[in-house]
């Protein structure tokens, strides 16, 4: 059995992760404990709070009883909001506070990128334009290149966990270019998990989600690949062609 714990901000769209444990159809599993979400807003001070090191410590203990082998801080404006640099300091002193290897949604989304063999992408953010743009200098940091940003300028993870297949479709279409290779769409208040056959299928390219990254960018921490037949976790979950004939 593969344990990936996550610290998951306040209650949004956490019920993902079980949907992504039955996709997964393995002994991989993927506990969730609840920080303090502090104030629930997509704004820069609000953000940087919701992130710190003392609400992130407080998580770890649980996640060390439940067997993890590698813990994700599942919130990605609450990690790319300290910056490129900021971000590392993040997930180093949450190595440290839970005794194993440590990331976050922000750097799931740059790895993933690397992975896929992109460069060029386009950001479909629910965000404020603020926020959206921290995000997109940190995707530049990583080595990406941001053909388009849009912002949709929702405030809450609240607002943003009630939306449904509809508004998610919605949200790929309008922050899709022709220039880009991939699509992400970032915050880990969206529920994202049931749609991301449809979103690569409408949108003919990869589709990276928040919460998707965020189970993957654990499973790599703790060396562990699954890869899955057919569309249903999308392009970053499927398992190559090769892979039919012989081991890994």
Known sequence: MTTVGLLYPGHSAEDDYPRFEVLLDSDIRLPVVHT?????????DALLEMGSAERLAAGVEELRLAGAESVVWACTSGSFVYGWEGAHEQIRALAMAAGMPAS?????????????GAVRVAVAA?????????????????????VADRASGIITAAEVGAWGRDEVLELARAGDHPDAEVVLLPDTALHTAAYLAELEEVLGKPVLTANQVTVWEGLRLAQRRAWVYGPKLGTLFRKPDWMTAGGE
Do not use: M, Q, W
Not at 104 to 116: D, E
Not at 127 to 141: C, I
């Open 36 to 44: 303090d979400i502090g104030e629930d807003a997509h704004r820069v």
């Open 104 to 116: 976050s949604t922000s750097f799931g989304f740059a790895h993933a990128v690397r992975a896929l």
């Open 126 to 146: 629910t965000y404020p334009e603020d926020v959206t743009a921290l995000f997109t200098a940190f995707l530049k940091a990583s080595g990406a290149e941001v």
